[in-house]
């Protein structure tokens, strides 16, 4: 329950307006100093002497001139780095990325960061390790990560705290939902947020998060491993939320290859297949029952009549066919990666789709023989036409 109480939409943004009061609080302290009469001379005829030719003799001049002056000035700057960063280290938690006035206040963030670090001269004066901006960055990202996944472990962890003894119901529901809604914010984050941390800082958001979640993606593998054996009240229910989940770590791998290909190291989601192969063989069994039931209820509702005057076949054919298509939707949908297995698992699907059929065929005829007479005297009908013409 707590993992549906945090996906539900309004606790994941709890601190956001925390991180709104910040933001102000820190714009007012810049404009408090900025607008100090002395304080204000000194920021711009250091931007202005910084970007000279003879910048280094004019620099020393205007240190030996102003060198207290200069020393609070870079300090008041690197408290407002400090609490920017704060903020960005949190950004995950604290901002809506999907909500385009709470993105417009990120990149404020990120642009005030960017203004600070093109000061050179006050850049030195920070520690070695404050002095790159594109570090400083990804380090904030990283930690925003962990910040915002954590949630979500949490829950993971309360949902399977019983090791699945009982059964995994709680603990799929829990994967589930985390990991769709890991998907959508990564779209999102794709979409609004990663572009602009490129284009100021020249960061690759996305590779960030597949880099910091790949070290929980093992536990992932050894849930399902533990799913896939433990009792569940409804199996077609596991089948159907397994799926989902396969499909959902399939479309995380499509959006993460373009990022983390250029990143040494083994990446855990490259192998989320294996994370399923003891449920595949499951999926497919439970399609070919659905179909099986599908072709049943067909023929018992079939009456025999024509679809239209030019289409001479009766409408269990079309739900057949129907359902033999949403098989082979299934089969494409599911892009084993691995060419071999893949072989071994179309080659079960394509003789389970025989087999039903097969047994179509065998129904049919059964309706048919029902146009005979008791005697076995051949009547010949528009219902029998349309039933053979199937």
Request: with cysteine; charged share 20%.
């Amino acid at each position: 329950m707590k993992a549906r109480r945090m996906l539900g939409g309004g606790e994941l943004r709890t601190t956001y307006h925390l991180g709104m009061d910040r933001w102000t609080l820190q714009q007012k302290v810049l404009s408090s100093f900025m607008l100090s009469s002395d304080l204000s001379v000194i920021s711009t005829k250091l931007l202005s002497i910084s970007q000279s030719s003879s910048a280094t003799k004019k620099l020393t001049q205007f240190r030996c001139l102003f060198s207290y002056q200069i020393s609070q000035l870079f300090n008041n700057l690197q408290e407002i780095l400090t609490s920017t960063l704060n903020v960005l280290n949190n950004h995950l938690v604290d901002f809506d990325i999907k909500s385009s006035s709470s993105v417009e206040s990120l990149k404020e963030h990120l642009l005030l960061v960017k203004k600070l670090y093109s000061m050179e001269e006050f850049v030195n004066s920070l520690p070695s390790n404050f002095r790159s901006s594109t570090a400083v960055i990804e380090t904030a990202i990283q930690k925003s990560i962990v910040s915002w996944y954590s949630m979500y472990a949490t829950s993971l962890s309360v949902a399977s705290s019983n090791e699945l003894e009982e059964n995994s119901d709680e603990t799929l529901a829990a994967l589930s939902g985390i990991f769709k809604h890991v998907l959508n914010e990564c779209n999102a984050l794709k979409e609004n947020v990663a572009p602009i941390f490129m284009k100021l800082f020249e960061v690759d958001y996305l590779a960030h998060i597949f880099l910091t979640l790949n070290s929980h993606f093992e536990h992932v593998a050894r849930l399902l491993k533990s799913i896939s054996t433990s009792k569940v009240s409804n199996e077609e229910h596991l089948l159907g939320v397994t799926y989902q989940l396969y499909l959902t770590f399939q479309a995380l791998k499509q959006l993460s290859q373009a990022s983390v290909k250029r990143f040494p190291g083994e990446q855990q989601l490259n192998s989320y297949h294996l994370w399923f192969i003891h449920f595949v063989t499951r999926w497919i069994n439970l399609a070919t029952a659905k179909c099986k039931k599908g072709i049943i209820e067909a023929i018992k509702n079939d009456e025999a009549i024509a679809m239209t005057e030019d289409v001479g076949y009766s409408s269990s054919l079309v739900d057949t066919m129907t359902l033999f298509h949403n098989m082979v939707v299934f089969w494409k949908h599911l892009q084993w990666p691995d060419p071999e297995k893949a072989y071994s698992y179309l080659s079960v699907l394509i003789i389970s789709i025989a087999e039903a059929a097969l047994y179509y065929v065998v129904e049919v005829y059964k309706k048919a023989d029902q146009c005979f007479s008791t005697d076995g005297k051949f009547i010949a009908t528009v219902q029998l036409c349309t039933i053979l013409n199937n």
